[in-house]
């Protein structure tokens, strides 16, 4: 049960046009940077990606809209990033926002095999329009659907052989759920080790969520906005 590949280029060897891809990350932390570089270098388009966000104008997911690769954004947040905001004004990306939990719950809901939920969360805003809206112990929710990909793009810290998977802090974000949303789940790991190294209570995704696996390589781990303050003398 070998589900180890040589790069990320392999490992997306049937990424087609058209494609939904899970990508985790939160802004640019935890994101899948070798995976990122790769659909890019592919030039796979009309794609629709699920994540937080679409990374910064020149950082993560945000090289793919500068390609014009992405079709489709569902996300929470759009910040950071002047290329989203002009393709979305001028009517060349299609955008679907959502409250950052439904964002998670949704993907939760998809990798459970649960097609849909009612949230409060939303209610009497633009985000409820078309839904259907029901009342729950004196309170009005609004039905939301269940998000999965045709691939899930993931990073981790450390993995195995067969697909463990450990995530390193905050790095973690909407990883695990994406692994378990995905039809195909790819993940990149800055450690990979041999079956039996990592503590099974440690572990955060099983391999039973991950389909391929690769060791990744040159991360930048760029960040937003770097803010400092003045030593003191």
Same mark, same amino acid.
């Given at each position: 049960? #070998?589900?180890?590949?040589?790069?990320?280029? *392999?490992?997306?060897?049937?990424?087609?046009?058209?494609?939904?891809?899970l990508a985790s990350g939160f802004?640019?932390? &935890?994101?899948?940077? #070798?995976?990122?570089?790769?659909?890019?270098?592919?030039?796979?388009?009309?794609?629709?990606?699920?994540?937080?966000?679409?990374?910064?104008?020149?950082?993560?997911?945000?090289?793919?809209l500068q390609a014009r690769q992405?079709?489709?954004?569902?996300?929470?947040?759009? /910040?950071? #990033?002047?290329?989203?905001?002009?393709?979305?004004?001028?009517?060349?990306?299609?955008?679907?926002?959502?409250?950052? &939990?439904?964002?998670?719950?949704?993907?939760?809901?998809?990798?459970?095999? %649960? +097609?849909?939920?009612?949230?409060?969360?939303?209610?009497?805003?633009?985000?409820? !329009?078309?839904?259907?809206?029901?009342?729950?112990?004196?309170?009005?929710?609004?039905?939301?659907?269940?998000?999965?990909?045709?691939?899930?793009? %993931?990073?981790?810290?450390?993995?195995?052989?067969?697909?463990?998977?450990?995530?390193?802090?905050?790095?973690? #974000? =909407?990883?695990?759920?994406?692994?378990?949303?995905?039809?195909?789940?790819?993940?990149?790991?800055?450690?990979?080790? !041999?079956?039996?190294?990592?503590?099974?209570?440690?572990?955060?995704?099983? /391999?039973?969520?991950?389909?391929?696996? =690769?060791? /990744? *390589?040159?991360?930048?781990?760029?960040?937003?906005?770097?803010?400092?303050? +003045?030593? +003191? *003398?």
């Open positions: 049960m #070998n589900k180890v590949y040589a790069d990320a280029t *392999s490992a997306l060897f049937d990424l087609h046009d058209g494609a939904t891809l802004g640019l932390c &935890g994101n899948p940077e #070798n995976l990122i570089a790769a659909v890019r270098a592919k030039g796979t388009r009309d794609l629709t990606i699920i994540s937080n966000n679409c990374g910064t104008t020149q950082d993560g997911l945000g090289v793919l992405v079709r489709r954004m569902v996300a929470s947040y759009v /910040g950071e #990033n002047k290329e989203f905001e002009r393709q979305y004004l001028s009517g060349e990306l299609e955008v679907e926002l959502n409250p950052q &939990g439904t964002l998670a719950e949704r993907l939760r809901a998809g990798g459970a095999g %649960i +097609p849909a939920f009612y949230t409060p969360t939303g209610y009497g805003t633009l985000v409820a !329009e078309g839904k259907d809206v029901r009342e729950f112990h004196g309170r009005m929710c609004v039905l939301e659907t269940a998000l999965r990909g045709d691939f899930a793009l %993931i990073k981790a810290w450390k993995g195995d052989r067969w697909g463990n998977l450990v995530f390193r802090k905050t790095a973690r #974000n =909407f990883a695990p759920m994406m692994a378990a949303a995905g039809k195909v789940t790819i993940a990149e790991v800055e450690e990979l080790v !041999e079956v039996g190294e990592l503590d099974p209570d440690l572990v955060h995704t099983p /391999g039973v969520y991950v389909q391929r696996i =690769f060791q /990744g *390589s040159g991360y930048r781990k760029p960040i937003e906005q770097r803010t400092t303050r +003045p030593r +003191p *003398s």
